[in-house]
């Protein structure tokens, strides 16, 4: 590595294994920038919503959605006396709570899937991470966006565990929630979109550490990950 103060952390997976509360614990924990990429398709799920798209597009749509996404100026602030403390901003909105909803998850998954979407926002998430030392959450980070990553982890868990956790995070946030069922089906179709796109599917990266939250606490899973991290920092 010819930049010796390169360090980031991947931290890929599906919908639902808890990669955002661990990673901005660890963010916390080792004074890491927190970037959270699916905030990036997200906000630009919301300028789709915002511009009448459905959830199907047609190929001129398409190349629509990549001047949007080309377009939009996202940026993260942090707002030390607001919870969660990093807003997520696109046009100079707060759109931190827009974003959060089943509908714009779906979105967010569907403008995914659109190549030049995520070329479009390559360069920022790699400028994110090389601007400070970081951890990145997303789906494509250890495969695409940083494939020289300094360590990297995939977080799996059941689909019924990520349902629980999914649920229980939309009745804390208030308003319309869906059955679990509902959101069992929710979560199965975006795991399916997200793992058979062509371009920069969800999957583990060959030298990513794997770990199954199915049955381990928030803090056991951060305690299995900070050891991993202290004990390849110390071998370097
Ligand atoms: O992590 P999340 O649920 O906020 O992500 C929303 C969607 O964005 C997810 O269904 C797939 C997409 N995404 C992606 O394709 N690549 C990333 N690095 C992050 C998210």
Not at 107 to 114: E, H, K, L, N, T
């Given at each position: 590595?010819?930049?010796?103060?390169?360090f980031v952390?991947?931290?890929?997976?599906?919908?639902?294994?808890g990669k955002?509360?661990?990673?901005k614990?660890?963010?916390?924990?080792?004074?890491?920038?927190?970037?959270?990429?699916?905030?990036?398709?997200?906000?630009v799920?919301?300028?789709?919503?915002?511009?009448g798209?459905?959830?199907?597009?047609?190929?001129?749509?398409?190349?629509?959605i990549?001047?949007?996404?080309?377009?939009?100026?996202?940026?993260f602030?942090?707002v030390?006396?607001?919870?969660?403390?990093?807003r997520?901003?696109?046009?100079?909105?707060?759109?931190?709570?827009?974003?959060?909803?089943?509908?714009?998850?779906?979105m967010?998954?569907?403008?995914?899937?659109?190549?030049?979407?995520r070329?479009?926002?390559?360069?920022?998430?790699?400028r994110?991470g090389?601007?400070q030392?970081?951890?990145?959450?997303?789906?494509?980070?250890?495969?695409?966006?940083f494939?020289?990553?300094?360590?990297?982890?995939?977080?799996?868990?059941?689909?019924?565990?990520?349902?629980?956790?999914?649920?229980?995070e939309?009745?804390?946030?208030?308003?319309?929630v869906?059955?679990?069922e509902?959101?069992?089906?929710?979560?199965?179709?975006?795991?399916?979109?997200?793992?058979?796109?062509?371009?920069?599917?969800?999957?583990?990266?060959?030298?990513?550490?794997?770990?199954?939250?199915?049955?381990?606490?928030l803090?056991?899973?951060?305690?299995?990950?900070?050891?991993?991290?202290?004990?390849?920092?110390?071998r370097?």
């Amino acid at each position: 590595m010819s930049d010796s103060s390169f360090f980031v952390i991947a931290v890929d997976g599906p919908a639902g294994t808890g990669k955002s509360t661990v990673t901005k614990r660890l963010a916390k924990a080792l004074q890491l920038v927190h970037v959270d990429t699916g905030a990036l398709y997200r906000a630009v799920a919301f300028l789709c919503f915002e511009a009448g798209f459905d959830l199907k597009f047609t190929p001129t749509q398409e190349s629509a959605i990549t001047e949007i996404a080309k377009m939009a100026r996202i940026a993260f602030k942090n707002v030390p006396d607001r919870n969660p403390s990093s807003r997520v901003y696109v046009n100079d909105r707060d759109i931190t709570a827009l974003i959060r909803t089943p509908e714009m998850s779906l979105m967010a998954s569907r403008v995914s899937a659109i190549p030049h979407v995520r070329a479009a926002l390559l360069d920022l998430q790699r400028r994110l991470g090389k601007s400070q030392p970081s951890i990145l959450e997303g789906r494509d980070i250890g495969t695409v966006i940083f494939p020289e990553a300094t360590l990297k982890f995939f977080l799996t868990a059941s689909l019924e565990e990520r349902a629980k956790r999914r649920l229980a995070e939309l009745e804390a946030q208030g308003g319309d929630v869906p059955t679990f069922e509902e959101l069992k089906q929710q979560i199965a179709d975006r795991d399916h979109s997200d793992s058979h796109r062509d371009t920069a599917p969800l999957k583990k990266a060959v030298d990513a550490i794997e770990i199954d939250t199915s049955h381990l606490n928030l803090e056991q899973v951060v305690a299995q990950m900070l050891d991993q991290i202290r004990q390849r920092t110390e071998r370097e």
